[in-house]
């Protein structure tokens, strides 16, 4: 059947994606025709019901109707996550205050922030904007997912918040529940496993030849050295990436309970493969 796939034009993404793309890891089942948008277009598509299989964020599966959460291909921070920087150091307090420019509204990284600071003030836009805007002066704070988790500091910048620090003290350890991918419940959960199986196939391909999936991943590499894309990939392509396991799982399960219990989220059936 033909499946049409939703991922990101970042690196560990690609990473994963790797083996089934390039056709070195193929399945009589599915035939893939992808898209490549970033997370937060992804989570929009995902609210109209665009994509059969897409990267979301943790965060917008709230939002999300009839889709299933694979339990492949997730984006887990062990300890490590989104950050807020700035150019000065700034109190929590006044934080709540500045503008702080989000990476988008259903991102993973902003529910978190609320979770850990509550209600700020703050400015959408992309992803990779948000160093630079930071840097001159156009916000007083980011928040900051993906490399930029890396390369905040060549800004200039100063760490002021570390989310997934926060998260693993608060949870007794728990990843950080950031990515996942989800299949439309159209296909019938007996397929979704099916395709959750060929996905993961595809995930120890690529982790079985780094070199190789590295490669392929450094068209996303959005000008970075492969040292340190490389260094990327590998904190957010790890073992609960092939297998959400039960920490993963209940990594998740306590976003969603924390983000209730605040008000930030509403109740919804959450489905995971």
């Known amino acids: 059947m033909d499946i049409t796939i939703g991922h990101t034009p970042d690196a560990d993404d690609a ?11 193929t399945s009589p089942l599915f035939n893939v025709k992808h898209v490549v948008e970033d997370i937060e277009t992804l989570n929009k598509r995902a609210l109209t019901h665009e994509l059969d299989v897409t990267a979301v964020s943790a965060h917008a599966c709230a939002y999300l109707k009839e889709y299933t959460i ?40 902003f529910l978190l922030l609320e979770l850990m600071i509550g209600k700020f003030d703050y400015i959408e836009m992309k992803f990779s904007d948000i160093p630079d805007a930071v840097a001159n002066g156009q916000v007083d704070a980011g928040l900051v997912i993906h490399e930029g988790q890396i390369t905040y500091e060549q800004k200039g910048l100063t760490k002021l918040l570390d989310v997934g620090s926060w998260w693993r003290d608060s949870t007794g350890g728990l990843p950080v529940p950031l990515g996942v991918n989800v299949m439309s419940n159209h ?7 099916k395709f959750d199986e060929f996905f993961r196939e595809s995930i120890i391909y690529g982790m079985a030849r780094p070199n190789d999936a590295l490669d392929y991943a450094m068209q996303y590499g959005r000008g970075q050295s492969k040292d340190l ?22 990594a998740i399960r306590n976003l969603f309970q924390f983000g209730i219990e605040k008000g930030l989220v509403p109740e919804f059936e959450l489905r995971i493969a």
């Open 15 to 25: 990473f994963m994606f790797y083996g089934m793309l390039s056709g070195k890891v």
């Open 70 to 109: 694979l339990r492949s291909g997730g984006s887990f921070g062990k300890g490590y996550g989104p950050i807020v920087v700035s150019k000065q150091d700034i109190s929590v307090e006044k934080l709540r205050g500045s503008k702080i420019a989000i990476p988008g509204k259903l991102t993973s990284a």
């Open 187 to 193: 296909f019938g959960s007996e397929t979704i496993k």
């Open 229 to 250: 894309i490389d260094r990327f990939v590998r904190m957010y392509v790890n073992d609960v990436t092939i297998e959400m396991g039960v920490l993963g799982e209940q």
